[in-house]
């Protein structure tokens, strides 16, 4: 099912006059349930007009604060809730992304609207999954917050990112994507030594699941350019089950950046270079 590499923007006039089964019923909350990053992807990629999902919109509105009714509303046209967390088939939402049987109108968004499109979409889908993703470490190093030094103002330590922004157009993986593997997946108990592809350094890591099939996954574990074509990419998403894949999703040792995802992202869509 090819899901990450389709380019989507905002609903156009034709899903105005039609609708695209997102109008909300029932009352709703939870302004501050949607993490900081899934609330960014929803900012570029879906709330960018009142024509669609801004604020003011007819239709569910993803921008701050309204987007956290999608927690406790359901869609109009019968689609079941927009948001399951942990349950992509029962949540509109990720239905509409991926184009499911049971939509009204097309998939979501229609046409680009940003660079970011199949990022901020694997952001999404990712969240609605399970997949825990960290806030912090994609900024450009400039913010003026107050608290702890790291920008975010709340007193909590900032996450420990193994990429520093920006991230390469083309990203190697000896520089940019093995230091990422290696402390959140080639630890000690899991693929260093345990569970394979074994990834106890770089050349034998990139050796062991560039190019090679999965197991238990008609995939290869990567996929030079294209990620939606890459089982690491549905693990690491947290849609290992779309792909008839199975599991947990990874890492189990803590959440990625969004910085870590974007580089991991633009790496295998760029060609897995070494």
Known sequence: MHMMNRSYGICGLLLLSSGCGLEPVGE???EDAIPPAVQQAFDESCATSTGCHGAGAGQV???APESGQILMTSSSSGGGPFVTLGDLEASYIAQKILGGPNITGGPMPPSPQSPDDSLNQAIIIGWIAGVPIAEGGSGDGDGDGEGDGDGDGDGEPAPTCYIEAPV?????YETDIWPIIENRCGVAGCHADLSGPLMPDAMTSYDNF??????GAALN????LSADDSYL???LMGTQASVMGSGSTMPLTGALCPIEVQAIYAWINSGAEL
């Not at 390469?168 to 190697?172: F, N």
């Open 168 to 172: 390469p157009a083309m990203p190697s």
């Open 61 to 63: 509105v993803l921008s």
């Open 28 to 30: 709703g909350g939870g």
């Open 233 to 235: 990419w549905h693990k």
């Open 221 to 224: 574990l990567v996929e030079p």
């Open 210 to 215: 560039v190019s090679v099939m999965a197991v």
